[in-house]
DNA sequence: CGCGGTATTAAGCGTTGCTAGGTACCGGTA
DNA sequence: TACCGGTACCTAGCAACGCTTAATACCGCG
């Protein structure tokens, strides 16, 4: 992934992996692979452990350990009000965002009345 | 601004300026009062002016001074071949990251093949 | 002369994602 | 038994970015 991608997950990796446990709760090794098979190709595995120990911290996930056959314990995190709160937070800054930007890319050159 | 709109700027709003610029050189100070009079209410000063140092040094810019009748001189930046590459990739990374998020938005339970 | 608007710059901070490495559990195989 | 690879998690240190705060400088107006 190009350094460009890097930056700009910043501020919105936090929403997509909220957006992942909206639909089913999930731990940490699974939420990477998934969102390597979905095209976030490189996504380090420590950056998702680190994000999932902040919105823990935060208080937008319960955590729930359970056992595993194949290996160590999971952690299971699931959302919770305050986290879906949150996500929903995000969907609507996104959608702000996402759509200022559309705007700007649509706009020509009238954009004289601001100068 | 919400810190979440804060974060989420992080690797878009260098593209953002670059593509103001792609529409006409523009100085610092005109950048900002364009934002905010976009919606980008809260943009900090400062956080333009390090941008347009950033993209300098990089070389996707070109400056010209001006000098000015209402005050000190002007830095009037304007996009050269370099920075409308970086435009294109802006743009390119941009559409896919939110075609990724769109997809999550409207996906609804069928992830299990990821799993 | 001081104030406010114009215009730019710099130092220091917090948040974020990445790199790199380590720990631990388990089954299969040589 | 010993080792390896897959599963599963954690941590320390780094770089990039946007924000805060403050300073500097030019100008016209009261």
Do not use: C
């Not at 095209?39 to 998702?48: C, H, N, R």
């Not at 969907?91 to 930007?101: D, E, K, V």
């Amino acid at each position: 992934m190009g350094n460009q991608m890097t930056e700009m997950l910043k501020g919105t990796l936090e929403g997509i992996v909220l957006a992942i446990l909206a639909r089913r709760s999930a731990y940490g090794y699974e939420i990477t692979a998934w969102l390597r098979d979905r095209g976030f190709s490189d996504i380090a595995e420590g950056t998702v452990y680190a994000l999932l120990v902040r919105v823990e911290q935060r208080g937008l996930v319960d955590v729930e350990k359970v056992p595993s056959e194949k290996g160590p314990p999971r952690k299971v995190y699931s959302l919770n009000a305050r986290g879906r709160e949150q996500l929903a937070e995000f969907w609507a800054t996104w959608h702000t965002l996402a759509g200022r930007i559309e705007q700007l890319r649509h706009t020509d050159n009238q954009h004289d009345e601001g100068a």
